[in-house]
C-alpha cells in the first residue's frame, strides 16, 4: 500500500511539474521581416531569448512581422495578430497554433476597408474577453482630417479601434475605442478583476511620445480621464507580467535601444524595476501571456537546444 501511494505521489508531482507555466513574450527584430520570435521567463522578470523566428511573414503589402500579439484561448489555441505592413495596408495578419511551432495558414483581416482614405493598421492586440467569451482586437489606424491633431501630420494622427470575434471567422463591424484627444496607438488592456480593467497606451503626439493609463468597469471602455504619463519621453510598444502582487509594465525606449521596465501594483504609483529583470537585446515590441512547460520545450526543440539538460 505505502508503495501504491508513493507512486501515485510521483505521478501526482510529475504531472504538476509538465503543467507548470512559464510567462512568454513574442518579439520580433528589425528588419521585421524575418518573423516571429519568442523570449519566455519562469519569473517574468529575467528573460531568455529562444533566438529562432517561428513564423515568416505571408501576407500584407509590405510582408513585414510587427507587434506580434498572442493571447491563449480557453480551448487552448494560441492565436496570433501582427501589423504586415507600415503603411498601405487595411487590416493585419493572423495565425493559430496549439504549440506555437506549427502555425495555420496566414491571414489578412481587413478590418479598416470601409474606411478609403485609412493609411495604416498598427499593432493590433488581442484580449479574451471571459465575460462575453469573446476576443477583442484593438489597434491604432490613422484617417487624415478624422481628428483633431497636435504637432503631428495628417497621416500620423491616429486614434484606437478595435472588432470582436468569437472564432477568427467572423468580426464585428469595427468601431472607434478610444479617442483620448491626441494621437493614440499601442493599446493593451488588463483585467485585475470583475468589472476592473486598466488600459496601457500610449500617447503618440509631439513632442509626449509617452506611455499613459487609464481605468474602467469592462474591457471595452470607455477610459475617461486618461492619466498623465509614466514612463519617459521616446516610449511606446508596453506589455505587462502580472508577478505576485506586483505589475511589471516593460516598454521599448526606442531611442535609448533598450527595454525600460516599471512596477507597479495599483497603475498609479510606479517605481524602477530595471535591477531585478532583465531582457535581451534587440527585443521589440510584444506581448506577454503564459503557456505550459511542455510548449516551452517544443519550441526549444524546435530550435535545437537540447531539452534534456534544461531544468
Avoid at 131 to 145: E, L
Avoid at 222 to 227: A, D, G, L, R
Amino acid at each position: 500500500m505505502k508503495k501504491g501511494i508513493w507512486l501515485l505521489l510521483v505521478i501526482v508531482i510529475s504531472l504538476a511539474s509538465c503543467t507548470k507555466e512559464v510567462y512568454m513574450f513574442t518579439s520580433f527584430h528589425e528588419p521585421a521581416n524575418q518573423g516571429l520570435r519568442f523570449l519566455f521567463s519562469n519569473d517574468g522578470k529575467h528573460w531568455t531569448d529562444l533566438n529562432k523566428t517561428y513564423l515568416k511573414p505571408q501576407v500584407g503589402q509590405q510582408k513585414v512581422m510587427r507587434d506580434p500579439s498572442i493571447v491563449k484561448g480557453p480551448d487552448g489555441t494560441f492565436h496570433f495578430v501582427w501589423t504586415s505592413s507600415w503603411k498601405g495596408d487595411k487590416g493585419f495578419g493572423y495565425a493559430s497554433s496549439k504549440d506555437l511551432v506549427n502555425w495555420s495558414e496566414q491571414k489578412f483581416i481587413p478590418v479598416m476597408e470601409n474606411e478609403p482614405t485609412t493609411v495604416n493598421v498598427w499593432a493590433p492586440e488581442l484580449f479574451y474577453d471571459d465575460v462575453d467569451k469573446q476576443y477583442i482586437i484593438v489597434w491604432a489606424s490613422c484617417i487624415p482630417f478624422r481628428f483633431p491633431k497636435g504637432q503631428e501630420d495628417e497621416d500620423n494622427n491616429h486614434r484606437l479601434y478595435y472588432t470582436t470575434t468569437k472564432d477568427f471567422k467572423t468580426f464585428s463591424p469595427s468601431k472607434l475605442f478610444l479617442d483620448p484627444g491626441f494621437s493614440a496607438i499601442d493599446a493593451v488592456i488588463v483585467k485585475r478583476k470583475a468589472n476592473d480593467y486598466v488600459l496601457v497606451v500610449k500617447d503618440n503626439t509631439r513632442p509626449n511620445r509617452n506611455i499613459k493609463i487609464g481605468f474602467s468597469k469592462s474591457p471595452l471602455g470607455p477610459y475617461p480621464n486618461i492619466s498623465a504619463p509614466f514612463s519617459p519621453n521616446f516610449t511606446e510598444g508596453p506589455a505587462v507580467a502580472k508577478v505576485g502582487e506586483e505589475y511589471i509594465v516593460y516598454y521599448d525606449s526606442y531611442r535609448e535601444k533598450k527595454y525600460g521596465r516599471l512596477k507597479t501594483k495599483d497603475f498609479i504609483n510606479f517605481s524602477d524595476a530595471e535591477n531585478e529583470t532583465s531582457v535581451p537585446e534587440g527585443h521589440k515590441h510584444g506581448t506577454i501571456f503564459k503557456a505550459s512547460k511542455k510548449v516551452l520545450r517544443g519550441l526549444q526543440k524546435s530550435a535545437g537546444i537540447d531539452t534534456a539538460k534544461i531544468n
